[in-house]
């Protein structure tokens, strides 16, 4: 057994290295890995504006923006007034409409669309840092007999496009820029 193990050596030592140089060329990066300049340490996140039908989603927006922040602990959030960075935007559309019906033609399940427009400025000097426009993310949702209860289930749906938007603006913000 032991002159089998040797046989095989040298093709496990090639398949080792071709792996760590496969790994460390793919242009994999750690989320939020990059550094910003060494004077930005502070954002503060502004209240979207409201283009939409669609009530109370810039506070949903707002909410998932602070907590993907705090959470990734690149920035600290803090007020406008002491910020080194500002995030504002517009949320400029929210679509939903049915994409699959049962056999008797009742709606099965519906697709909604989140469209947006972000910013990102130094609060000293008021240039633009990193902006996205048209950022659009979609989440589906089933439907039920029940309005109460797909109203519902489009509230869950456009929380979920709220923290994805939000992860995408932090990650943008250290990978982009």
Not at 20 to 30: A, D, T
Not at 102 to 115: C, G, I, L
Not at 139 to 153: G, Q
């Amino acid at each position: 057994m032991p002159s089998r193990q040797k046989k095989y050596f040298p093709f496990l030592i090639v398949i080792l290295l071709f792996s760590v140089f496969l790994i460390s060329g793919c242009g994999y990066r750690l989320r939020g890995h990059q550094e910003l300049r060494d004077d930005l340490h502070k954002v503060a996140i502004l209240s979207f504006a409201n283009k939409t039908y669609e009530s109370r989603i810039e506070n949903d927006l707002f909410n998932a923006l602070v907590e993907e922040f705090a959470r990734s602990k690149n920035l600290k959030v803090v007020a406008a007034k002491d910020a080194d960075l500002l995030v504002s935007g517009v949320i400029t559309a929210v679509e939903s409409h049915a994409i699959s019906y049962s056999q008797d033609d009742k709606t099965y399940e519906y697709r909604v669309v989140m469209t947006l427009d972000v910013e990102i400025t130094e609060a000293r000097t008021k240039q633009v840092f990193w902006r996205r426009s048209a950022m659009r993310e979609i989440d589906e949702y089933k439907a039920n007999l029940e309005p109460l209860t797909i109203d519902r289930r489009k509230q869950a749906a456009l929380k979920r496009l709220c923290r994805v938007l939000a992860e995408n603006i932090h990650d943008g913000l250290f990978t982009d820029f």
